[in-house]
């Protein structure tokens, strides 16, 4: 993992000491609310519907089981015994009082976290592949840049004030496991014909009231040229991206009016300008972060897999965890383990103290003291020697967090909604409690396979509704809850937007209409798809026709 | 005109309160006070205003209430809740939750 040094350290002190005297002046009167809004934003401080909601930064979704630990102090501390991972990496308390926050930021900045950049007009923070060092499917981790662009991106003085938030995302697989295309920045490590290292850059993706999935604008960039090449890609938004219009101030709508030919010209015209200037990566930094992020040293695991295939063979509610949850290693002997926040009836990506801590305490013992975070609000231990998985699914089991349903219908992502943000139409979590429990039956979620389902509150779209399989977007109706559901999106390496299926459906009827699409693909499937392969396949029609009859 | 009452969230810990006769802030929409016409509604929003200058509370604003079976209650579901605590969360409902009874350190 990353370790601060005196300048990443100081840098996030000095912050805390700030904020703590502009709590100070807001309270004494010397700040008004107009004054202070925006010195608590760029610490990451909302004021939500009931309270104000604190936004941590979980760069690329790492966590210290420390940091983990702290996190879970600091909810008893400070909050109310509980927290939300969010769909970016991040991590959200509800109800921190706004006296207790310079001290609530002091306790973070003493495990090196911190909440800059999770708000605002500027860099947020960048997210990674959670399976990131230890994917099979791996050409780099990304991490490493992921931390160089989270060092170059902090405080940068030129994009402070763009014209709208900008998120990046890395990946160095092929498999895609952090939605990277519908990020404004997307990158994707890969390997040239001479074996060199570079990324496919992608520009102008994201969801919103504007969804797009983001085209490629530069097929390979060499790594050394990564910095420069970003520098550019934000000079070009910073200086013509649209002010007057909120609307339509992200990049997405740059490259969408200007067209992508003319947006990558404008790009290469001024990265020839100032690549091979200061601006780009040196090589011994790279080399230094990259140290950071070396693979721990592993076990000798050899009768590890012979272990397992015995657990499995005796604990079938375990062989279910472990064939649904955990993940091939690249190191022998090694598994991934994924614990899904997204328990029968749960409230998805929340996550109390005491779970918290039980995580902390299984990543000390069985996983390198490190834990993972995943933009579809799970947790992944990923360093787990085979022959301990059924140790780890034991005490998961005690704190609730053995739920064997990674991918299957009932791990949705849903954003806060109506119940905590006070920017939401509608509710999204009770939906998620309802869906999950019609679909409680893990026989049948199994027989359903892969199923990506996935509620916004809004439009702004926070739980990801356009690229779910399955997509569920609350809108107001005259004051009554209405959901619109699309069909066909995916956030994966072959990302796509969900279509709207049809007129918004009543809440008490979403439930149902989401049973009768899995019933209607469960009719028509062939052999090995998933729903979106059989919605490809076959089209919207067969899926209205079930839904709203054939008039 | 609908009857309004005025909401607005506390500056030091940020919760939902609502302007009461006396001038005070409850937490409970039950105490805030009733403007039943515009000049009612004004005076209401006046006090508020002094309110926040006086660093009580931050973003005051009128919402719809209705009196049902004798109980004030925010006509818009979205007010309601604020009213009451997150649905997904009864034991934290303004009515439930009690962190002095041993629910923090």
Known sequence: MYIYDEIDQTLVDQRVNQFRDQVRRRISGELSEDEFKPLRLMNGVYLQLHAYMLRVAIPYGTLSAEQLRKLAWIARKYDRGYGHFTTRQNFQYNWPKLEDLPDLLAELASVQMHALQTSGNCIRNVTADQYAGVAADEVVDPRIYAELIRQWSTLHPEFSFLPRKFKIAVTGATADRAAVKVHDIGLVAKRDANGELGFEVTVGGGLGRTPMVGPTIRDFLPEKHLLSYLEAVLRVYNQIGRRDN?????????????????????????????????????????????????????????????????????????????????????????????????????????????????????????????????????????????????????????????????????????????????????????????????FDDLDRQYDIGELKLKISGCINACGHHHVGHIGILGVDRKGEEYYQITLGGSGAEDASLGEIVGPAFPYDKVVDAVETLVDAYLDIRADGERFLDTYRRVGADPFKEALYGTD | MTQKVISANRLADGLVVYLAADGSWSKFITGGAIADDDAGADALLETARTAEEDRLIVDPYLIDVAEIDGEVRPTKYREFIRATGPSVRPDLSKQNYAPDAGVQE
């Open chain 1, 246 to 438: 909120m609307y339509k101030a992200r990049i997405k709508i740059l490259v969408h009016e200007t067209g992508v030919e003319t947006f990558t010209e404008m790009v290469e015209r001024e990265w020839t300008e100032i690549r091979d200037t200061a601006v780009e990566l040196p090589a011994g930094e790279r080399t230094r972060v990259a140290g950071f992020f070396n693979p721990p040293v592993y076990d000798k695991a050899k009768d590890a897999a012979g272990t397992l295939r015995k657990h499995v063979g005796e604990d079938k509610a375990f062989a279910h965890w472990v064939d649904t949850n955990v993940a091939a290693h690249k190191a022998e002997g090694y598994a991934i383990a994924n614990i899904s926040l997204k328990p029968i009836g749960g409230v998805p990506g929340d996550a109390t103290a005491e779970q918290m801590d039980a995580v902390a305490a299984l990543a000390e013992r069985f996983s390198f003291s490190e834990i993972r975070i995943t933009h579809e609000q799970n947790l992944v231990l990923p360093h787990v020697r085979q022959d301990e998985l059924y140790a780890v699914w034991q005490t998961l089991k005690s704190y609730d967090l053995h739920t064997p349903n990674l991918g299957l219908v009932s791990d949705m992502i849903a954003c806060p909604g109506m119940d905590y943000c006070a920017l939401a139409n509608a509710r999204s979590i009770p939906l998620a409690q309802e869906i999950s429990e019609r």
